[in-house]
């Protein structure tokens, strides 16, 4: 996967890549606060996943940005998730939906993908790895970072940064002292509840890849799930997490489907930005 950034980004990340997520909470920390550095993050709308076969150079926009480090290792590994789209007859003339259809949504790193196809029901192609070249041939990254980023480190600037409409991002940090694992879930909200008389807030966003970091995978974008953030505070994120669901009917389980049903809450250090100036 080639990167182009913008604005000055430039970062070597070893990228490896999707499996059953099994997160127990109490062997996550938040570990001691990081330390605050000079806030870098993309710029959300404009930045996206080329890809460049012949048949078909089809373009993703980027939706979350995960990176796992690896202390052990001494790596750093970007994934990019991209939005969902439609099962589709590309370039047909007619009838350009499929009519069995699904949601197929693409996680990329390392040369590989991690496919999420969901369908009306349960099936086993709900996840899938292939490589860059089974798929669209090799992915260039166009990343863009925005000019001015503003931390919004207080309630009034959150509520500030929200009613003037600029756009927000937000870092949320996980650790796992057991296996030395690392991740940032970096992600636009989509969603900014705000409560001024008593200067409450909360996101929600999503999908986001959410990593397990409870034990190590091969190859690592097996560990990588989608799921819903929100967070109201700096120390703990709260996710839903796409999951194999039953579907009952007067108490008696008739099918199962994939849903964002299994609720998870872990310590994690957060970081609020806006996108221009305040």
């Known amino acids: 996967m080639k990167s ?14 999707a499996g059953a997520l099994a997160v127990p909470t109490q062997l996550f920390s938040a570990d001691a606060q990081p330390k605050k550095t000079s806030p870098r993050c993309l710029d959300y709308g404009r930045s996206f996943v080329c890809n460049t076969a012949a048949f078909n150079s089809v373009r993703m926009w980027i939706e979350s940005r995960t990176t796992i480090i690896d202390s052990q290792a001494g790596t750093r590994t970007e994934y990019y998730q991209c939005g969902s789209c439609k099962a589709e007859n590309t370039f047909a003339k007619r009838d350009l939906f499929k009519p069995d259809n699904y949601d197929f949504t693409p996680i990329f790193g390392d040369g590989q993908m991690l496919i999420f196809r969901r369908h009306v029901s349960v099936t086993p192609r709900y996840r899938q790895v292939r490589t860059e070249a089974d798929a669209w041939g090799s992915a260039e990254l166009k990343l863009r970072e925005p000019a001015v980023i503003t931390e919004l480190d207080t309630p009034e600037k959150i509520r500030a940064a929200t009613a003037a409409g600029l756009p927000i991002v937000t870092q949320t940090e996980l650790h796992n002292p057991d296996t030395g694992l690392r991740a940032i879930i970096e992600c636009p909200v989509k969603t900014m509840n705000v409560r001024p008389k008593d200067q409450k807030y909360q996101t929600d966003t999503g ?9 190590r995978y091969d190859p690592q974008i ?13 120390d703990f994120a709260d996710f839903v997490v796409e999951s194999e669901t039953p579907v009952l009917a007067e108490g008696k389980e008739v099918s199962k489907v994939f849903h964002y049903s299994k609720l998870l809450s872990l310590p994690a250090a957060n970081r609020i930005f806006a996108l221009g100036n305040l």
């Open 222 to 234: 097996e560990s990588l799930s989608l799921a819903y953030i929100a967070i109201n505070a700096p």
């Open 4 to 17: 182009q950034h913008t604005n000055s980004v430039s970062r070597r990340c070893f990228l490896q890549t």
């Open 207 to 215: 999908p986001v890849a959410l990593p397990d970091l409870t034990r």
